[in-house]
């Protein structure tokens, strides 16, 4: 099977977790936004949303539920 890379090479999978656990962890913007940018400036702009929202629901949506309204703009 091959594997499906980004811009500068790297799995996109992996940048996928890497973005997660950015956000879990709360790392820096730079670093979070560095792996987001990875995965929409390689092409993946459908699946970047699609992630972000899975994340927001998975982890963040009980605690801040007004963050859907900001996302959705």
């Not at 940048?15 to 790392?27: E, F, G, R, Y």
């Not at 994340?55 to 963050?67: G, L, V």
Request: a positive charge; charged letters at 25%.
């Amino acid at each position: 099977m091959t594997p499906v890379l980004t811009r500068y090479l790297y799995h996109c999978e992996e940048v996928c977790h890497s973005l997660l656990t950015c956000l879990l962890v709360k790392s820096s913007f730079e670093e979070t936004l560095f792996w987001a940018s990875e995965i929409y400036y390689s092409g993946y702009q459908k699946e970047i949303w699609e992630l972000l929202w899975k994340i927001y629901y998975d982890f963040f949506a009980i605690r801040n539920p007004k963050f859907e309204k900001k996302i959705k703009r």
